[in-house]
């Protein structure tokens, strides 16, 4: 008996649930600003193999790259940006900001070898997502973050590197052509600004 | 019998122009020599592949803005176009006239081009594809070399582009039966970001890997060849979200 009210309760329990959440969401409830590169509808599978739409990442500001993980010379020089960014925070703004590296190379970047950066790197899952788009769709986000590549015959690329802070709506921010372990800090006054904002 | 076929040269001509959909044009495959300096090898194969046979048009594009409103000018997202986008139109569903449904569409962003050619199940061409069938002329799939194909290039360029747009269309068919590759409008490819191009061959060094990631930038292997040293010098400057009035697109598709 009190099984069966239970399994009665659960339907119940779970309409609470949403009606809870989606309390919880209501930034995510109001239309995106036309100008948010979240307009871009962009399903990634991540490291951990999980797929999800990059507007799953709104309600967080976000600093935003292009790589691939084969690529010897600058991609390496990404993740130190994301690092020094980091490093420039304090604890706090550092938990209310997201890394997103998007790969340029989803036929080679599965959740293995994306987690094999992730963890040769020692990035924190808590704040670093490294995600592989469709391969159909790797023009278009490049499209809206500004990114210019070329495949190469020997599946290397030829591409620009930048990286991108969104705020919380996905609104390009700030951008910096400037990668490596020293970062523009106009970029990083950019980040405290945007991670204080409510 | 006379009396019908003089019906019918009147007849057919305006049955193309209601058609809604451009005719497809099948393009055979085979390797061509590109005249960009590619550092990975300057000849590439080209698969069989179907090419629009002229590039869409203003009452063509309508027709898509009408069934997806999200691409009207006035609700589109400022990330997919900037504020030119469609400003030729009078309105963000209505055309001027007949002679401009019947113009090349203009003002549209490479998302605006892609959505379209989405919609019809195609996609936009390549750059290695444009550029294949953009080097024949009437008679000749690969015209590259003759001095009067040139010539006639550069004299569309130098033609101010101020009056009104020819209609898409008007111009004889090339060797492929596509029609307008040069001399209305510039086109969008579905690549046209992958055209890493430095203006100079001598900035090449280490700025230039800093900047395109461990490789030099595309070189022109044959300068003499204007016309695809101006497409790609004005695609590799512009953004995904850009439009102009003198760029439009049309569509591609593979072929089994």
Known sequence: MKRLSIRLLRPALACLLLVVASAFAAPAATPLPKDSVYQLPLPLTDQHGKTWDWRSHRGQPQVVAMFYTSCQYMCPLIVDSGKAVQHALTPAERAKLGIMLISMDPKRDTPTALMGIATKRKLDPAHWSLASPRADDVRGVAGVLGVRYRQLADGEFNHTSALLLLDRDGRIVARTEQVGSVVDPEFIQAVHRVVAQR | ?256
């Open chain 2, 1 to 256: 019998m006379r009396r019908f076929t003089a019906l019918l040269l009147f007849v057919l001509p305006v049955a193309g122009l209601c058609a809604g959909d451009a005719a497809w044009v099948k393009v055979p495959g085979g390797s061509f020599r590109s005249a960009l300096k590619y550092e990975d090898g300057g000849i590439a194969k080209i698969a069989k592949f179907e090419m629009q046979k002229r590039p869409v048009t203003n009452a063509e594009f309508l027709t898509f803005v009408q069934a997806h409103p999200q691409w009207r000018r006035d609700r589109v997202a400022t990330v997919f176009a900037d504020e030119r986008y469609l400003s030729q139109w009078p309105s963000s569903t209505r055309l001027a006239d007949e002679a401009q449904a019947a113009q090349p569409v203009v003002d549209v962003s490479w998302f605006a081009a892609q959505g379209y050619c989405q919609a019809q199940g195609a996609r936009l061409p390549t750059w290695r594809e444009w550029e294949y069938v953009a080097a024949a002329d009437e008679t000749r799939r690969d015209a590259r070399k003759d001095p009067a194909w040139r010539e006639r290039i550069l004299g569309w360029y130098a033609r101010p582009s101020s009056g009104p747009l020819p209609r898409a269309g008007l111009q004889a068919p090339d060797a492929y039966g596509v029609q307008d590759v040069h001399g209305l409008v510039w086109e969008w490819t579905d690549d046209f970001s992958s055209l890493l191009v430095s203006g100079d061959n001598r900035v090449q060094g280490d700025a230039d890997k800093m900047k395109f990631c461990g490789a030099g930038a595309l070189s022109m292997d044959d300068r003499e060849n204007y016309a695809v040293l101006m497409r790609v010098a004005m695609l590799s400057s512009l953004e995904a979200r850009d439009t102009t009035n003198s760029l439009g697109f049309r569509c591609a598709r593979d072929l089994p």
